[in-house]
């Protein structure tokens, strides 16, 4: 596993630090990607958001995606196989293929959505899981982004990923 320091980009306009990480493809079926973001700087976060950029993938319902602070070991799922098991156990067959942000300011159900479009619309989402598990924290430690595609036949790609931190 490899460790880097990430990219910072600070948007003035707004306040938030924006923390950048890589893509790559996601194994099918087994395994799953992973990258991090290391941040050695110590604040304290009130909110936190993550955006998977250029995610295509070809069945939703094959797919978990998590984020782990490790050194806290609070691990958030954005998602967790849409459609599964109340669809079927393949879960949804619809696509990503856009950028797709989550966070608690949004109160638009992804597993909703990723039911009733063929492609799923880019756009932000309210996580599964609620992303305050960050709040209060620092920000300093490893950030990892996990994508693990549980059933083999369908693949995709992330081109990269976003962290967007409020802080104070
Ligand atoms: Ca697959």
Redesign the pocket.
């Known amino acids: 596993m490899s460790q880097r320091i990430a990219n910072t980009l600070i948007n003035t306009s707004n306040g938030t630090t924006t923390f950048a990480g890589k893509g790559g493809a996601i194994p099918?079926?087994i395994g799953s990607f992973q990258d991090e973001i290391v941040i050695q700087e110590n604040f304290h976060i009130t909110e936190v958001s993550v955006t998977l950029n250029d995610i295509i993938h070809t069945?939703v319902g094959?797919l978990s995606v998590r984020l782990r602070h490790l050194e806290s070991n609070t691990v958030v799922d954005l998602f967790q196989r849409p459609g599964l098991p109340k669809f079927s156990s393949s879960g949804y067959c619809n696509d990503l293929k856009g950028n797709y942000s989550f966070s608690d300011r949004s109160d638009c159900n992804f597993e909703e959505t990723a039911a009733t479009h063929a492609v799923i619309p880019s756009g932000k989402y309210a996580s599964l899981q609620s992303l305050s598990a960050f709040s209060g924290m620092s920000g300093s430690g490893t950030w990892q982004l996990i994508i693990k595609?549980?059933?083999?036949?369908?693949?995709g790609s992330l081109g990269s990923w976003n962290l967007d931190f409020e802080r104070k």
Do not use: E, L, P, R
């Open positions: 099918d079926g069945w094959d595609d549980s059933s083999a036949g369908d693949s």
